[in-house]
């Protein structure tokens, strides 16, 4: 079983910009293909049943050009709007670079300073195209700045779907590296 602290939860939003960055570089995956993807998603669903078997989440891993290489629910009670927040989320960690929570907290930042500022005018995009809000995570390979996926899950609170999500990216980036290791 995965490895989760459902009370870390609580803490993210609180925490330091830098900090939550540092996160995102937690893990970096030894290589990527549809192999791994497919891997990868079928391991965040097994995941996410066991530790929120009563949640409806959808799992969703894509490509930056936005082709779909994994995409599952975990339970009857998923939406079309389910749907419509994984494209908004993943076309956030597209475009930033960096995950949907982060962009969240970004804004929040800003709107310390203006409390109107809305995510339109702070980085002109239009919401009802791109969601700040938790869930979406861009995955590196090593040697490679830049995303080779996007992998974004959606049905639970907006801290609970990102701290999953980066708890799945660790453990798997780290047991495919060991994979990778083993010459067995």
Known sequence: MLEFDKKF???MPS????????????????????????DLGCKVRQWA????????????????SGQCVFHATTNAGTALDNDIWVARKRRTAV??????????????????QRASLTMQDA???????????????????????????VLTVSGLAQATDHAFALACAREFAQRLAQRELDLD
């Open 49 to 64: 049943r066991e530790l929120f078997p009563a949640d409806a989440l959808v799992v969703d891993l894509s490509l930056p």
């Open 123 to 149: 980085y002109f995009v239009d919401p009802a195209e791109y969601a700040f809000h938790g869930g979406a995570l861009p995955l590196r390979v090593e040697g490679l700045d830049a995303p080779v996926a």
């Open 9 to 11: 939860c609580d803490k």
């Open 95 to 112: 475009r930033f670079g960096c995950s949907s929570f982060v962009m969240g907290r970004k804004l929040a930042a800003k709107q310390q």
């Open 15 to 38: 925490l330091p910009l830098e900090e939550l960055r540092a996160l995102e570089r937690e893990y970096v995956f030894a290589r990527f293909d549809f192999e791994v993807a497919f």
